[in-house]
């Protein structure tokens, strides 16, 4: 799974659990940083092409 961007969840939505524990495994740096929101979920992908870095995410979050 290759982590892409993230999304923010309409008010009174969360991130699911699995959603939490997969980006803890997988982007344990990216998840202490945005993950201290519970409305912020993260995006997964199969393929490798769309894999962006923790700083690329992070930058991306700001063009929303």
């Not at 519970?38 to 894999?51: A, G, I, W």
Request: glycine share 4%; charged share 25%.
């Amino acid at each position: 799974m290759y982590c892409y961007g993230t999304i923010m969840n309409p008010v009174g939505k969360q991130r699911s659990p699995f959603n939490s524990d997969k980006t803890k495994l997988y982007r344990h740096v990216l998840f202490q940083k945005l993950g201290i929101d519970p409305r912020r979920s993260f995006c997964y992908s199969n393929d490798s092409q769309k894999e962006k870095s923790d700083a690329e995410i992070i930058a991306n979050i700001n063009k929303q």
